[in-house]
């Protein structure tokens, strides 16, 4: 790094703050206007502020390009889009029509008040953008020096700033500009990469013969459970969040298969980097640093620094989103609803939960060494709780009574919370049985659901 591609970077966080604070929110301001910017999203809106927030695991995800090759796509790319495509089909324009600001409000309308505040503080808990964190922290290592602990603080400080000022709106605009940027650098590196080394016959001679495999060397079983993780897309909540704030029912549809194209583009993009670092850096001590390193091997003084402001720019909007979610969930769905605040009092605590949610957020990024780690433990338990519950809640004739469902979320959340822990505090290596536990909860959820639901022909 240089002293033109630092200032690149200290262009962009300056820009950065002036988008995201340019119209702040009063802290007298509606719960649907700091929450959802009015429900006023547009399609381009839509769609830049769903891709670049849904890429936030950038260096995590990718380092598993390093050690797997190929098969990465398979495990992080393709279910995501399959569930992405299911949300599209059956959840977006319901989720819209239904006129609610969260997650909770559909399950409180449904299910009830208990069902829904169980819900909240598991959608609380997956929202918290520890891993997030951690990889904006692995990132300020490597362009500053800085150890990972005061990374983290002040990469989360700065990403909260804006938010913190004009809500829902600010991050928004702000990842109007941190879509462009991230597709833009790894462009500007993968035309590097196949200008300097050449491109498949290089790769094909360059790469160990499992990277280049479907399974890239794991299990069919490890592959196989990730496509059931990635129905945490079902239950997503930066999903319903954009869907609800879309200007209209066709913008919110249209939106997520745009977006899924997108992601497709981005997937092939950083998934060939990354071959491309396996080949030229394979003895590299940290897979998490891939990107950024072989960006120091490959690119000049400039575009340096314009690869390294594609990285923050994707983790960054991750983290201001996430953060946000989990804000909101803790004011609107967890406060509002076990002690009946006024409304005008949602946008005061929305930002107490912008604290709480960050400092929480950074224990768990300096606890946890792994981002997916940090993927895999939050979503084997918030899946199995909620997915049954909430996809129902919007699908079909059949719905489980109130208490039925608060008895699903919290058994079903509560075992795999247990089979995810005797993997730590027993005196084996594994988790009981060799069964993943997300599947535990889950199939008790589907036995709650077939067996205690009932046909039901009023709906709404």
Not at 7 to 21: K, Q
Not at 91 to 97: N, P, S
Not at 190 to 196: A, G, P
């Amino acid at each position: 790094m240089t002293t033109i591609d630092y200032a690149i970077i200290i262009i962009y966080l300056a820009g950065l703050l002036v988008i995201g604070i340019t119209r702040r929110s009063g802290s007298q301001e509606s719960a649907s206007g700091f929450i959802l910017g009015g429900r006023m999203l547009t399609l381009p809106a839509f769609i830049a502020t769903l891709v670049s927030t849904w890429y936030g695991g950038i260096l995590g995800g990718r380092r598993n390009t390093f050690r797997y090759g190929i098969s990465n796509w398979l495990v992080f790319g393709v279910p995501y889009y399959i569930a992405a495509l299911l949300f599209a089909l059956f959840l977006a324009k319901k989720a819209r029509r239904a006129k609610i600001l969260t997650i909770p409000d559909r399950l409180d309308s449904v299910y009830g008040r208990a069902t829904a505040v169980a819900g909240s503080v598991i959608l609380f808990l997956m929202t918290l953008p520890g891993a997030y964190i951690l990889m904006l922290a692995v990132l300020m290592k490597f362009l500053f020096g800085w150890p990972l602990w005061q990374g983290a603080i002040i990469g989360t400080i700065f990403s909260l700033f804006y938010v913190h000022m004009g809500g829902f709106r600010s991050v928004v605009r702000t990842d109007l500009l941190q879509f462009g940027l991230m597709f833009l650098g790894f462009i500007v590196l993968f035309i590097t990469l196949i200008s300097r080394y050449g491109g498949l016959d290089f790769i094909t001679a360059s790469l160990p013969n499992d990277h280049l495999a479907w399974h890239g060397g794991n299990t069919v079983g490890y592959v196989a459970v990730w496509y059931v993780i990635a129905l945490a897309t079902l239950i997503e909540p930066a999903f319903y969040q954009r869907c609800y704030a879309a200007r209209s029912e066709a913008i919110a549809r249209k939106g997520i298969f745009f977006s899924i194209l997108f992601w497709i583009v981005f997937d092939f993009l950083t998934t060939s980097c990354g071959l491309y670092a396996r080949a030229l850096l394979p003895d590299l001590a940290d897979p998490i640093s891939s990107f950024p390193a072989l960006a120091a091997e490959v690119l000049p003084p400039g575009l340096l620094g314009l690869f390294a402001l594609a990285l923050l720019a994707t983790v960054m909007s991750t983290v201001d989103s996430y953060s946000f979610l989990a804000a909101s969930t803790f004011s609107r769905d967890i406060i509002w609803r076990l002690f009946k605040i006024p409304d005008k009092d949602i946008t005061y605590f929305t930002r107490v939960g912008l604290a709480i949610s960050a400092v929480l957020a950074l224990m768990a990024a300096l606890y946890f060494d792994s981002i997916v780690d940090i993927w895999y433990h939050f979503g084997s338990v918030g899946t199995p709780a909620l997915l049954i519950p909430l996809f129902t809640a919007f699908n079909g004739r059949r719905r489980m009574p109130p208490n039925i469902a608060f008895l699903s979320v919290v058994i079903s959340g509560g075992l795999s919370l247990v089979w995810l822990l005797s993997k730590y505090l027993g005196t084996s290596d594994d988790y009981w049985m060799s069964i993943q536990p997300i599947f535990p909860g889950l199939i008790v959820s589907i036995l709650f659901f077939l067996l205690g639901s009932k046909k039901v022909e009023n709906q709404h």
